[in-house]
């Protein structure tokens, strides 16, 4: 039975409200025991109500704050009519993946930081309501995860004959993947993993993401007919040159910042210590948590130091406090302002009784004798003049050692782009960190070779990812139609 | 879905599979290895390639039944499937000419020396070969190490083959009676490949060692297997497998290896109680 929706006067009170519709969650008390997904998305009234807070502004500063450009004020004009699936299609017409994007874009500082509301108020809940109307499309059998719904859709042939390689199947590869197929392209996926999805998959974890979201676009995907083989490691099980040699005229690289950094503190190899990536990969893709029906392994002791304060240090942060882990706490060397998670991941992780050490670095794991993890010595800092990156720098208080007493320590300072592809790929040039270097259309070095995602940028966001996605799909064909490779 | 073309028990507890992987038996080489993931429940299990037959496209695995996935992957059939099998990983040996080489197996260990051996010899060298096991039952590739050799040396820690005893012995005689010899290469269980490392470094010997440390992804993705070798720590998925035995931090190698030993003796326990229960002995999941 559909609940009552709101009626003129509630919808014009609604229009008046300084805040956002706060967003139904799981109770913190509950969730810390389960894996299940937090935020539990806005209902359709609510959706409804938060809608009316939309300005509709003619010059959309949204819009610009949005890095692939979707006409924010059209969708959300479109949920106002009550036309979901209207509002669903208007996001696609810029973004594959709204019901990913719409979970864990850092809108507070893309499209809500520019929304006029939130200069005096909060801002209108842009983010909420774009999960709201993809999770509508989903629930109505209606998407696929690439802007066609279900009903211009079967499965379909190519109608070219080019081959495109895609490598990697993160939220780049899967948007190029996804407009190159849509466009009559034969596209195969190549994915080193056992699943397809990148850090979707292995990643990002259940509660923020659930996998049912992930696979539902990956299978929209392949309905579009792309063909995705798991286990292949490009660079090892097929080379680069080999793809060519195989018959495909392109091939796009979104092979992610998949190189977890440590710290290079004495003791990191002790037992106990751990990357996020480690961390993660065994609860995510590996389901840990369910152990041992799964069995891959996890252990966490009573209390847990993440190293590190953005998005993948709050995962890891909240995903020990679900294993047990009776202290958890983020140790991170600069002040709150300046902690890179998005903003309601790090009040998630506080609800859920995560501690925040700010102003604090280590330099040191020490360990028992038979080589476990026993304490983090650190030191505390305090904030200094700005440095480069216009931050101000943290310095070093002397004298402020102190040790915590920490049973494991997980390391998440940051992933670099992991070599193997730049290193078997005669011609692709890799800036000093490793980066493959790309133009704006993600062409590189190597004609016909493009590249895009974090494999280039260095670590950033989904959305990125996708916006980088969609200029190397069209740039590809672009290149394969002026080639007449056809 | 990687279909199990021939399965042969080689000794109790020690199996041989080769398994249908077209492009990892074309793409691999000697001293690389491979993951694999059982069923939607595995674990992903690092094995070091055995064999490599490129024409039929079978990779050939020699595994000992240690723990529960160990156990439940002996228990496939000929004709039955392995979900995952992804490879080839790490870096190939290095294979030179170098004169008189040695070439040291332990235990199931002498699976992946087997393949070094054999492209040792193809590429000129003298290859002797050393191989150990706790008794004769479970000396494994006795007929292809000699193919693959100049000569086998057999010992046995219970003396019903070859010389009882441990391999450093054997080596130490042939460093005092065969010099020189220019390379050594060893596999095995930590405690012998250290113990060789030991006998060589005193000798001035080079050596190789091939690590199997914790790993999960086996791309570089995670840093499960970090190793210190030298100063500098590094990721046996893809700097090794094979490092020089002689800058191994094998103490921390042994450590590292403990980290999981307390849960896989839980699976190993819940998995075997399951089993005298009578519920699902066949260790499927479907009897939960
Ligand atoms: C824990 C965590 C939390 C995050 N949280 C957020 C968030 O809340 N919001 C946000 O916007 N961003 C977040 N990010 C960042 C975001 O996930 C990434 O920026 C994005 O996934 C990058 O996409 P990509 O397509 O470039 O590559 P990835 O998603 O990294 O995918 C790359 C894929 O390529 C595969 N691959 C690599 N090498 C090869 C090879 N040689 N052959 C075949 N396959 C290969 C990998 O296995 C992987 O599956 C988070 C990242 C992490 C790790
Ligand atoms: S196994 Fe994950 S990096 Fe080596």
Redesign the pocket.
């Known amino acids: 039975m559909r609940l009552p929706l709101p009626s003129i006067e509630e919808l014009k009170e609604a229009r008046k409200s300084t805040r956002k519709r706060p967003m139904p969650s799981q109770d913190p008390l509950a969730r810390m025991h389960n894996f299940a997904e937090v935020a539990l998305g806005y209902s359709e009234e609510d959706a409804l109500l938060e809608a009316a807070r939309c300005l509709s502004c003619k010059k959309a500063f949204c819009q610009e704050g949005c890095p692939v450009d979707i006409d924010i004020p059209a969708f959300i004009t479109k949920i106002k009519e009550r036309d979901y699936l209207g509002a669903a299609r208007k996001i696609k017409e810029k973004s594959n993946l709204p019901a990913i994007?719409g979970?864990?874009?850092?809108q507070e500082s893309q499209c809500e930081k520019y929304c006029i509301r939130g200069k005096k108020e909060e801002p209108v809940a842009i983010g909420r309501l774009e999960r709201f109307v993809a999770d509508y499309e989903i629930a109505q059998g209606k998407s696929d995860g690439t802007g066609v719904n279900s009903v211009e859709r079967s499965t379909r042939e190519p109608s070219r004959d080019s081959r495109v390689a895609v490598?990697?199947?993160?939220?780049?590869?899967?948007?190029v993947a996804g407009d190159l197929a849509r466009k009559g392209y034969a596209v195969t996926l190549?994915?080193?993993?056992h699943v397809?999805?990148?850090?979707?998959?292995?990643?990002?974890?259940e509660f923020?993401?659930p996998e049912r979201i992930v696979q539902h676009e990956i299978e929209g995907i392949r309905q579009l007919g792309v063909e995705i083989q798991t286990n292949?490691?490009?660079?090892?099980?097929i080379t680069v040159d080999q793809l060519f040699q195989k018959g495909y005229v392109a091939v796009f690289l979104?092979?992610?910042?998949?190189l977890p950094y440590f710290m290079g503190i004495p003791g990191e190899n002790l037992n106990g210590v751990y990357s996020?990536?480690e961390f993660?990969t065994r609860v995510n893709l590996m389901k840990a948590y369910l152990f041992p029906t799964y069995l891959t392994p996890i252990k966490v002791g009573r209390r847990v130091a993440v190293l590190g304060a953005?998005?993948?240090a709050?995962?890891?942060a909240r995903t020990a406090r679900r294993l047990g882990a009776e202290e958890v706490s983020i140790v991170y060397r600069r002040s709150a302002a300046e902690m890179p998670?998005?903003h309601e991941?790090i009040e998630h992780a506080k609800e859920e009784g995560v501690q925040l050490r700010l102003l604090t670095n280590p330099i040191e794991i020490k360990g028992d004798d038979a080589g476990w993890v026993k304490e983090l010595v650190c030191l505390r800092y305090e904030l200094g003049a700005p440095d480069e990156s216009g931050r101000r720098a943290p310095i070093a208080i002397p004298g402020s050692e102190h040790s915590l007493e920490v049973d494991t320590v997980v390391v998440?300072i940051g992933?670099g782009p992991?070599p193997?592809?730049t290193a078997t790929t005669e011609g692709l040039i890799a800036n000093k960190r490793g980066n493959i270097v790309a133009g704006e259309n993600g062409e590189t070095s190597r004609p016909g070779v493009f590249a895009?995602?974090?494999?280039?940028?260095g670590?950033?966001?989904?959305?990125?990812?996708?916006g980088?996605?969609k200029k190397a799909a069209a740039a590809i064909d672009r290149y394969l139609s002026e080639a007449s490779h056809d | 879905m990687y279909r199990i073309v021939r399965k042969e028990v080689l000794a109790p507890g020690l199996k041989r599979f080769d398994v249908e992987a077209p492009l990892v038996a074309r793409s691999a080489r000697a001293g690389q290895f491979i993951i694999l993931r059982l069923d939607e429940w595995g674990e992903r299990i690092p094995l070091t390639i055995a064999d490599l037959d490129p024409e039929q496209g079978t990779v050939t695995i020699i595994f000992q039944e240690v723990g529960k996935s160990t156990q439940l992957l002996g228990q496939l059939e000929e004709g039955e499937y392995i979900r995952d099998f992804v490879g080839p990983l790490g870096r190939p040996s290095h294979i030179s000419q170098l004169g008189r080489v040695v070439m040291i197996g332990g235990g199931v260990g002498i699976a992946p020396i087997h393949p070094i051996a054999r492209e040792m010899k193809r590429a000129g060298n003298e290859v002797i070969s050393i191989l150990g096991a706790r008794n004769r039952q479970l000396l494994i590739l006795e007929e292809e190490m000699k193919q693959a050799s100049t000569e086998v040396l057999i010992t046995t820690d219970d003396g019903s083959y070859g010389r009882k005893g441990l391999v450093t012995k054997v080596l130490q005689e042939l460093i005092i009676h065969r010099s020189p010899i220019n390379l050594v290469v060893s596999i095995g269980p930590l405690v012998m490949m250290e113990a060789v490392c030991r006998v060589t470094q005193a000798a001035g010997i080079k050596t190789m060692v091939s690590l199997n440390p914790i790993m999960v992804?086996g791309?570089g993705?995670c840093g499960a297997c970090r190793v210190q070798v030298g100063a500098e720590t590094r990721f046996a998925c893809v700097d090794g497998p094979e490092f020089d035995g002689h800058l191994v931090d094998w103490k921390l190698a042994r450590q590292r290896a403990q980290m999981f030993v307390a849960e896989e003796k839980q699976a190993l326990q819940e998995h075997e109680e399951r089993r005298k229960g009578g519920l699902g002995g066949c260790g499927c999941h479907c009897h939960q």
């Open positions: 994007c979970r864990v874009c850092p490598v990697g199947s993160g939220p780049a590869s899967l948007t190549f994915e080193a993993l397809p999805g990148g850090v979707l998959m292995y990643g990002i974890p923020r993401l292949v490691v490009i660079g090892s099980t979104g092979t992610g910042a998949g996020a990536n993660l953005g998005n993948v709050m995962d890891a998670a998005r991941e998440a992933q992991n193997l592809i895009g995602g974090d494999i280039v940028t670590a950033a966001t989904v959305i990125l990812a996708m980088a996605g | 992804d791309t993705m």
